[in-house]
């Protein structure tokens, strides 16, 4: 399973999103998740980017299985957080052969800040690239509770 642990610059960016978002200012959709740990039990908090795609929303792990990912497999449910507003979700995990535009959006908007994270995938690589290193990239719809 693809795991990409975090650089100390990754996390002091995600800790500053993070801080606005929590106080109601998305960076081009960001939210902060909230989803109980599979082993604590305990809330955990992180800093996503929120996407839609033909009506739908979504979440894309860029830097693949996380810790996030895991957690929200066990659990079942989250919470999306933007200052005071909380959303409650269900997460339904897309199938790896359906995952291909959906990552080539999550690119198109937000290579400037993860790009490193697809190892050379671009918005414009071919269907074919994506679709071999769609397994390594978590992505779930979510739908409201």
Same mark, same amino acid.
Do not use: C
């Given at each position: 399973?693809?795991?990409?642990?975090? =650089?100390?610059?990754?996390?002091?960016?995600?800790?500053? *999103?993070?801080?606005?978002?929590?106080?109601?200012? =998305?960076?081009?959709? =960001?939210?902060?998740?909230?989803?109980?740990?599979?082993? =604590?039990?305990?809330?955990?908090?992180?800093?996503?980017?929120?996407?839609?795609?033909?009506?739908?929303?979504?979440?894309?792990?860029?830097?693949?299985?996380?810790?996030?990912?895991?957690?929200?497999? *066990?659990?079942?449910?989250?919470?999306?957080?933007?200052?005071?507003?909380?959303?409650?979700?269900?997460?339904?995990?897309? *199938?790896?052969?359906?995952?291909?535009?959906?990552?080539?959006?999550?690119?198109?908007?937000?290579?400037?800040?993860?790009?490193?994270?697809?190892?050379?995938?671009?918005?414009?690589?071919?269907?074919?690239?994506?679709?071999?290193?769609?397994?390594?990239?978590?992505?779930?719809?979510?739908?409201?509770?």
């Amino acid at each position: 399973m693809r795991y990409l642990v975090p =650089s100390r610059g990754t996390e002091a960016f995600n800790n500053v *999103a993070k801080w606005l978002t929590a106080r109601g200012i =998305s960076l081009m959709g =960001s939210r902060v998740l909230a989803v109980r740990g599979r082993k =604590s039990g305990e809330i955990r908090t992180i800093v996503v980017n929120l996407f839609e795609h033909e009506g739908e929303r979504y979440l894309l792990s860029p830097r693949g299985h996380t810790q996030w990912v895991r957690n929200l497999r *066990a659990a079942g449910e989250g919470e999306l957080r933007l200052g005071r507003r909380t959303e409650r979700f269900v997460p339904v995990e897309v *199938a790896d052969a359906d995952k291909t535009p959906l990552i080539r959006l999550y690119l198109h908007k937000w290579a400037w800040e993860t790009g490193a994270f697809f190892e050379g995938l671009k918005a414009d690589s071919p269907d074919a690239e994506i679709a071999a290193a769609a397994p390594g990239f978590p992505v779930f719809r979510l739908v409201a509770r």
